[in-house]
């Protein structure tokens, strides 16, 4: 028997054994970070506060909640925390989706229960990471037209295979694992927008560990349930251009190494950040004042302005998908964190006067690397006096796999998403996980 | 707003207005008792056992695990139970799949949990019922080669539907539980023939119950997740001959009365019952001792042949699939049960002697109603003096919605499940079903 469910699984069964290079390990932990972080930003979120009163049954020896406001059973707790992490849209992306946000509350929770040690919770992420770059590279039909929500299809096989490596299961316990997974896989495009989109994100990761302890309890599914003709890939194809059969060269490519995480550093819809950064630049570059600027102007695809469709924004939901906004808060502040996503800031007189200067031009070129961004985009800012300053062709945002954070960025959004958190020390929490392969137990972080 | 998820929503939210004409509760309640006598009957599956292992903590006050074994949180209880019925793939069949193991699980335990009468239970099983055949049609390529288990896909729809019903839902209410379970649909055609087949038919079950509860919380979707060009039809659509936007019409179609249930009469492949009812009449009628017979022919479709490949089959698994056991214990005991379903009686020697018998020819017509079987099939007896008994050409298997059980074998078919269940009284429980709609509260069935 070979073939892609085979082969996945026995790269799951040999994670444990392999020697991670330090980048891989690095990366791993910045998503580590960046989703409890964002777990942690998205505690009040209705989403979340229903899912903690519809599930929140306390259990002694549960499974850590929100890491330690509460607990839960198992697939409960990594239902809440999972959308939690994914509730404000503000977690890293990779993989046609948002990896970090299914992958570390599943593996945290089980390896938590299992009492396994950072190094193997890295080493589980990066098992889930590389079993959802597998698959979702076989498709060259773009998915979400179809009306899947990748992160929500893959992400429940990925977490299945994070989870099978921390149980430490044989290839064929691993086989199964995929192979119910792949029966558990769902979510629609056509719920973005609504609270449905954080919870398919909570439901892949919740699902992903249920399938690994069903392996793990001697249930079966078929050997070859992903690469089947009626299998997982050929299932959610649009029109069958799914490459079901290549082998996976696990020694050749390590694809966290190759793809890495790009880790959102504003919260607000990824579109803008570029022009964000662009503008940040020059008026810090320039001592540029607000009230010397006659417009602003960003050049980027017609698919982000089509996105960004709030052209007069009065409050913090509708800011979140202004292109105008963002432009507006990155000159007047220098930043864009949470303090300026709220109703009383767009509110702000100074902010209304610049959003109105924001003038939206496009232009066709396409990102090979992120779905529906122009290849580069550009702001210009244009003086009263009639000097204008150019930011140029910005090609990847701060924060992107391109163009990393800092260690000192990433820290600065942990603390800015763990502000006001009581039941944790921030400080001493980022210091276990920028430390993780070396933790004894993934129970540390929380005690 | 209007469109398919609105209307099913609002079909639903009327549902407990509805005066149910009589044919649609007799249909309704056979469901139930199907359902029921198959859940038993699954119970020493291992994926049953295993399930109660893993999900078996009991629950004061908790969801009735297999009538009254034990108990253990509403999700669990429907998962186990949803599996349950359809382990032995002796549960009922119609709208492309398995409609009362998931449908009778998820009612029974919500209603339950929210103290419902019979009534309202027969009345949230119709809405489920009528919602999934809305969706079903709609769709005109064959799903399951796509890679899809429809019984999974929308039995996930149809069980939030259901239990929306149950819940009293007003129609937005009740919209998001639809759009919330059309996140969660999901089920793998590859995955049939391992455990994760049933498992995929429990996931439907406790998940719409799930998406249910979801929506009674303040959870949304969107108002068109069913019919979006992103949305579920779309999304699972093998090439698009999907029709997302006809008017659903309530009033003139009653779907269940329409196209009722297939009950399956003997717990062996369905693709042997119309050759099994042939055989049972012609031995009766004339009287054939086994001794006497030279040749079984049985004529039926190309894909029934391939279904049923075991030739000579040893045991009781490879038996299932054999249609020349079928053939052999119809002829030898005059019916199926579970008596015949076992290694000895499969090794007995003049079983395996007619077994050896037994011819296959095939015809290429085809059943509109079911998939995969012929138009008809046919058996012939051949005695070694010559004579030839020929059956003529069979349409639809006993059982079939077309050619109904009698009550009296529908009963005898609950007792052939129940036998050995110490912790129920079959006799008082089929009572009880027989007159679902007048029971004050569905808690009463196990009480």
Redesign the interface.
């Known amino acids: 028997m070979s073939g892609l469910t085979q082969d996945l699984a026995e790269l799951v069964a040999e994670s444990r054994k392999f020697v991670l290079p330090l980048d891989a390990i690095a990366i791993a932990k910045r998503g580590f970070i960046d989703a409890i972080a964002t777990m942690l930003s998205g505690r009040n979120e209705?989403?979340v506060l229903?899912l903690c009163?519809?599930h929140g049954r306390l259990e002694r020896g549960g499974s850590s909640v929100l890491m330690g406001l509460a607990s839960a059973d198992v697939q409960s707790a990594v239902m809440i925390n999972s959308a939690s992490a994914h509730a404000l849209d503000f977690d890293d992306v990779a993989l046609l989706g948002h990896p970090s946000a299914v992958l570390v509350p599943a593996v945290l929770a089980e390896a938590d229960r299992l009492g396994r040690s950072g190094a193997e919770a890295v080493a589980a992420y990066v098992s889930g990471y590389q079993v959802w770059a597998e698959l979702c590279w076989r498709e060259s039909d773009p998915l979400?037209?179809?009306?899947?929500?990748p992160t929500?299809i893959f992400g429940t096989i990925g977490a299945a295979a994070a989870v099978a490596s921390l149980h430490g299961f044989d290839a064929v316990t691993a086989r199964n694992a995929l192979?119910?997974a792949?029966?558990?896989?769902?979510?629609?495009?056509?719920?973005?927008?609504?609270?449905?989109k954080p919870?398919?994100v909570g439901?892949a990761a919740s699902r992903g560990v249920y399938a690994a302890?069903?392996a793990g309890?001697?249930?079966?599914?078929?050997e070859?349930?992903l690469e089947?003709?009626?299998?997982?890939l050929?299932?959610?194809s649009p029109r069958g251009n799914t490459d079901r059969n290549s082998r996976i060269r696990p020694q050749e490519r390590l694809w966290i190494s190759e793809l890495g995480l790009s880790i959102k550093k504003y919260p607000i819809c990824y579109a803008t950040h570029r022009a964000i950064d662009g503008l940040i630049e020059l008026t810090r570059a320039n001592a540029i004042a607000s009230d010397d600027i006659g417009q602003v102007r960003v050049i980027f695809s017609p698919t982000q302005a089509a996105l960004l469709r709030n052209h007069r924004p009065k409050t913090a939901l509708e800011a979140a998908f202004s292109i105008e906004f963002a432009a507006a808060a990155a000159i007047t502040a220098g930043h864009i964190g949470f303090e300026q996503m709220t109703d009383s800031y767009v509110g702000r007189a100074d902010v209304q006067g610049l959003i109105e200067k924001v003038e939206i031009e496009t232009i066709d070129t396409h990102s090979p690397n992120e779905l529906g961004l122009a290849l580069t985009e550009r702001v210009i800012v244009v003086m009263h006096d009639g000097r204008e300053f150019d930011s140029g062709e910005i090609r990847f945002a701060r924060g992107n796999a391109q163009l990393p954070l800092s260690d000192e960025e990433l820290s600065q959004k942990f603390h800015m998403c763990a502000q006001g958190v009581d039941w944790i020390d921030p400080d001493a929490l980022l210091g276990k996980l920028q430390n993780l392969e070396n933790l004894r137990a993934t129970t540390d972080l929380t005690n």
């Open positions: 209705k989403v229903t009163e519809l979400h037209a179809k009306g899947w929500h929500s192979a119910i792949a029966s558990f896989s769902s979510g629609l495009a056509a719920n973005f927008g609504s609270m449905a919870l398919q439901m302890r069903l309890a001697g249930m079966t599914g078929s070859d349930a089947h003709y009626a299998g997982l050929a299932a959610i």
